[in-house]
Every structure is written in structure tokens, then in C-alpha cells.
């Protein structure tokens, strides 16, 4: 009967145990669950802050380029109007005061050539020749600079009489080929483009030592391709790169949206291809 008893108080003292056992195990795995589901909830706490941090510096740095880009353009903007304007009173100037000295020149030349003893008529002529030849000049330039007289009469016109000018100067032989039907443009664009390339011929003029010029002017079915091509000494890229005249180039075909190639190698020439890409112009009527 005693031994009963004590096998009875043994199973009931091991059910005990394993009961707390039980109980301690279900507690260990709540508190594993519990702490589990805390350090997930920590790891996308910590994972939405970084995203949401992430996001909000790229957004910052995004609108902070974007004012940037905004500057430089209004600033670009802001510099090309003025260059526009000095380059309109100097073609006011070449045509209302430097243009009527010459004609009153000419005007005087021709009233004292009866005058002249025949012996030197001739080069009394020549003379007066050259004086009618230097009024053209002023006034071809004049127009030229005359960014009114490009919007009137267009891109292809305006490029067509530069190259004219520079023909009759004689300074080199200019190879000009047109392609496709000619289009209008953006007035504002045709003129920056024009001062791009007024600003290469001048370049090729001052510093290529060239012999001959190629100038293409292609109108494609989305795009126009502009190009100018020497055969002059070139320049090392690297050491001109930032030239004032090149980067003014640049930074007036990035306003217009333009694609501006400059390749150049010593002694090899120079070829300058702007590729710029219709626009959809703005209905004026």
C-alpha cells in the first residue's frame, strides 16, 4: 500500500515537472516569437527609414540640379540676349555711321574724278573700286551681325550670304553643298545656330591657316545636320577644350537642344557637326 502511495507521489511529482516544463517552453517560445516579430518590426522600421531617407535626399539632390540647370540656362539666356544686342548697335553703327562715311567718300571720289590728270586715272579708278568694294563689306557685315536681317530672310539665306562674304574675300576656297528641303525654324534657334557657326567660320579665317573650306547644310526628315570641315593645321583637343570660343559654341547649342561635335587633331583640320532636332513650332496666327 506505502509503495503504491510513493508511486503515485512519483508520477504526480513528474507530471508537475512536465507541466512547468511545458509552461517554461511555451513561455521561452512566446518570448522567441515575441522578440522575433520585435526585430522585424525594427528591421522595417529601419529599412522604410533608409528608403524614405534615400528618396528624399535623391529628390533634394534632383531639385537641387534642376535649379542649377535653371540658372545656368536663364544665365546663358541672359548673356546671349546682351551678346545680341552689342552685335545689333555694332551693325547699327557699321551701317548709319562707318557705311554713310564711305558712301560720302565715293560720293566725293566720283565728283573729282573729272579732275584727275589722266595718268592717273586708273588708279584713281582702283581706288574708288576698292572704296565701293569696302562699302559692301561694311554694309554685307552689318547685316550679318543685324540679328533682325537673319529672322527676315532665315537660316539657309543668312548662312548662304556669310559664305558669300567670306568667298569674295578670297581668303580660302569654301566647297558649299545644300541637301533637302529647306524648313522653317524656331527664329530664336536659327539665330543662335547662325552665331555658331559665324563663330567657326571666323575661327577657321583667324587661326586654321586652312586652303580649303567644306560647308554642308543638310535638312533631313527629323533633323538638320550642319557641317564644317578644314583642312588646316587643328589643335589639340585636350589643351583647347576650354577655349572661350568653344564653349561658347557648346553652350549655345545646349540651349537649343542641339548636338555639337568638335573634332580635332594637329595637323588634320578641324570639323565642327551641330545636329539639331526639329521642333514643333507654336502657331502665331
Not at 259 to 264: E, M, Y
Amino acid at each position: 500500500m506505502i509503495f503504491q502511495e510513493e508511486v503515485v507521489s512519483n508520477s504526480s511529482s513528474a507530471s508537475a515537472v512536465e507541466t512547468a516544463v511545458d509552461s517554461a517552453a511555451s513561455q521561452v517560445t512566446f518570448i522567441i516569437v515575441y522578440v522575433s516579430i520585435l526585430i522585424f518590426i525594427v528591421i522595417v522600421f529601419l529599412i522604410s527609414f533608409f528608403f524614405a531617407y534615400h528618396k528624399r535626399k535623391t529628390n533634394l539632390l534632383l531639385q537641387q540640379a534642376e535649379e542649377r540647370r535653371r540658372f545656368e540656362e536663364e544665365l546663358s539666356n541672359a548673356q546671349t540676349e546682351i551678346q545680341e544686342q552689342t552685335l545689333k548697335n555694332v551693325s547699327w553703327e557699321l551701317h548709319d555711321n562707318v557705311g554713310q562715311l564711305l558712301s560720302v567718300a565715293k560720293m566725293q571720289l566720283n565728283m573729282v574724278k573729272p579732275k584727275i590728270p589722266e595718268m592717273v586715272q586708273d588708279s584713281f579708278q582702283e581706288a574708288s573700286n576698292m572704296l565701293g568694294e569696302g562699302l559692301k563689306e561694311v554694309r554685307m557685315l552689318s547685316r550679318s551681325l543685324n540679328t533682325d536681317y537673319i529672322t527676315r530672310t532665315g537660316l539657309k539665306e543668312a548662312l548662304e550670304l556669310e559664305i558669300n562674304r567670306f568667298k569674295r574675300l578670297k581668303f580660302i576656297n569654301i566647297d558649299y553643298k545644300l541637301s533637302g528641303e529647306p524648313r522653317d525654324l524656331d527664329p530664336k534657334d536659327e539665330i543662335i545656330i547662325f552665331r555658331i557657326f559665324q563663330e567657326c567660320f571666323s575661327n577657321v579665317v583667324k587661326y586654321s591657316r586652312a586652303q580649303n573650306l567644306e560647308i554642308s547644310l543638310k535638312y533631313n526628315t527629323e533633323n538638320m545636320i550642319v557641317m564644317v570641315k578644314d583642312d588646316g593645321i587643328g589643335f589639340n583637343p585636350d589643351e583647347t577644350e576650354s577655349g572661350i570660343g568653344l564653349t561658347s559654341m557648346k553652350s549655345r547649342a545646349d540651349l537649343i537642344g542641339a548636338a555639337l561635335k568638335i573634332d580635332a587633331a594637329e595637323d588634320k583640320g578641324v570639323s565642327v557637326l551641330l545636329d539639331y532636332p526639329y521642333k514643333i513650332l507654336a502657331n502665331t496666327n
